[in-house]
């Protein structure tokens, strides 16, 4: 069972940066993607990145290209979310994601959160502008 803590949300003024954590425990070695994904009240879970844990690969949504950056830290089981140049509308409750089984479409696009298996509690960031 793969365990995910979420940390670092705040609040922040459009403009300004955040990085997010998310702890893991519990991954098996077939384990190989993991992912930030956020959530408003009302609307469904939409994926933002995700990094294969194996090669580094990275996929990011549209509308935070070259905004935000997704990294590993492997030593510490690890996974973090650079957001920069935020904005009102990056607002939400950000989760992180880890698939159970391995994949080949981790980094391939679309980020669908109904192909994630575990979920930390999420992490609250809001943007004022």
């Known amino acids: 069972q793969v365990h995910l803590v979420e940390s670092g949300g705040g609040s922040v003024q459009a403009g300004g940066s955040l990085r997010l954590s998310c702890a893991a425990s519990g991954y098996t070695a077939s384990s190989n993607c993991i992912g930030w994904f956020r959530q408003t009240p009302g609307t469904e879970r939409e994926g933002v990145a995700t990094i294969d844990r194996g090669d580094g690969s990275t996929y990011y949504a549209d509308s935070v290209e070259g905004r935000f950056t997704i990294s590993q830290e492997s030593a510490k089981n690890t996974v973090y979310l650079q957001m920069s140049s935020l904005k009102p509308e990056d607002t939400a409750r950000y989760y992180c994601?880890?698939?159970?089984?391995?994949?080949?479409?981790?980094?391939?696009?679309?980020?669908?959160?109904?192909?994630?298996?575990?979920w930390g509690q999420g992490t609250q960031v809001t943007v004022s502008s």
């Open positions: 994601g880890s698939v159970r089984d391995q994949t080949n479409w981790c980094v391939a696009g679309g980020a669908d959160p109904r192909n994630f298996n575990y």
